[in-house]
């Protein structure tokens, strides 16, 4: 096997895990167009526990910015994102 078809080969099988993702997350989570009522009472909550549709800057206790807190908001939210992308690619 010559090195462009085992990249070929790796490149198809990466194709193959990354469509078996995206159904995976889709039968957990539905698609913006079809949700189960459980599937949808879980998205709303993820979306407000994930910082989806407010800003990720959170004061501490005397209204400052807390940069850690901020941080951990952050990550919650790309965490959201992650999953949303997986919800709304089109499996190849």
Request: net charge positive.
């Amino acid at each position: 096997m010559t090195n462009i078809e085992k990249a070929q080969e790796d490149a198809a099988e990466i194709r193959k895990a990354k469509i078996r993702r995206i159904k995976a997350y889709r039968s957990v989570y539905g698609t913006d167009a079809d949700r189960t009522v459980a599937q949808q009472i879980v998205w709303n909550d993820m979306m407000a526990a994930c910082y989806a549709n407010r800003p990720t800057m959170v004061p501490d206790k005397a209204g400052h910015l807390c940069p850690l807190r901020t941080a951990q908001a952050e990550g919650k939210r790309m965490l959201f994102l992650e999953i949303q992308e997986f919800t709304r690619a089109r499996p190849e």
